[in-house]
């Protein structure tokens, strides 16, 4: 129970990654708003759980983002961390990208930990400290063909943790970022159905890329992040950390047996 009496918000918090968190963080004892765009999804889920409030929010927009912190500290009484998750998946050669593509990748994936952040910092100084992480990817640091925008919407976000992690390290409030692999969500499933009628056959395909020959769990994605909210990570702050079953640490060179 290391968040009883807690107070989260977990934005992409109706499914995948996002509902994997938010269950893992109710499991041990947090009260969580569910910030997502999915009013259906989301308002199921927090009727689901024995502390959980469903927020409607486009992290894009600024006004949502203050809304959400508003509705975690008018209905809990605070705020304690913060996982920032939201994110969609774009491809597209950069020659084909329009303004609209642009300003919706880098909106969601990018922007929305921006306006996240800004209103999240001054809550949490208000409790005494806490902690954000960031969802970002494997595509920070190497990228597949057909996503410029969604890797470079990623790498930001990189630098966007660094930065706010230098800035108030002093105050107890700590940013990390995660970075997954493929992992097994309907967003992934999505992005394998543009590939193929068999969409559990190109997940497994993709899995087989990895090192540990499978796509990653979203349940083991939200272990990571509650264990870098929680009390356990205190020296942890302005760093980036994998779950991405080896991949990034694999040569894509295969010698004979």
């Excluded at 108030?168 to 967003?187: C, F, K, M, Q, W």
């Excluded at 942890?236 to 991949?247: K, P, R, W």
Aim: proline share 4%; hydrophobic share 45%; glycine share 10%.
């Amino acid at each position: 129970m290391r968040f009883q009496d807690k107070v989260v918000i977990v934005t992409g918090g109706a499914k995948g990654i996002g509902e994997a968190a938010v269950r893992a963080f109710s499991a041990e004892g947090a009260a969580v708003v569910i910030a997502d765009v999915d009013d259906a999804a989301g308002e199921a889920l927090a009727r689901s759980l024995p502390r959980a409030t469903f927020v409607h929010t486009d992290v894009s927009k600024m006004a949502d983002a203050e809304r959400a912190v508003r509705v975690a500290e008018q209905t809990y009484g605070g705020l304690d961390a913060l996982f920032s998750n939201a994110g969609i998946q774009t491809y597209g050669r950069i020659e084909d990208v329009s303004e609209e593509d642009y300003e919706r990748g880098m909106g969601v994936n990018f922007k929305g930990h921006v306006w996240m952040c800004k209103y999240a910092v001054p809550a949490l100084r208000r409790r005494g400290g806490g902690a954000i992480v960031c969802t970002s990817s494997v595509q920070a640091l190497a990228t597949q063909t057909s996503v410029p925008i969604y890797a470079a919407s990623k790498a930001a976000t990189l630098t966007l943790v660094k930065a706010i992690a230098m800035d108030h390290a002093h105050e107890g409030i700590r940013i990390n970022a995660v970075l997954p692999g493929s992992v097994d969500t309907p967003l992934l499933r999505g992005a394998a159905a543009s590939f193929g009628p068999d969409v559990d056959a190109t997940v497994a395909k993709w899995g087989k890329m990895h090192p540990i020959g499978r796509v990653i769990k979203a349940e083991e994605v939200a272990r990571l992040v509650l264990f870098l909210c929680s009390d356990e990570a205190r020296a942890c702050t302005g760093a980036a950390y994998l779950i991405d079953g080896g991949l990034m640490a694999k040569l894509p060179v295969v010698l004979p047996d």
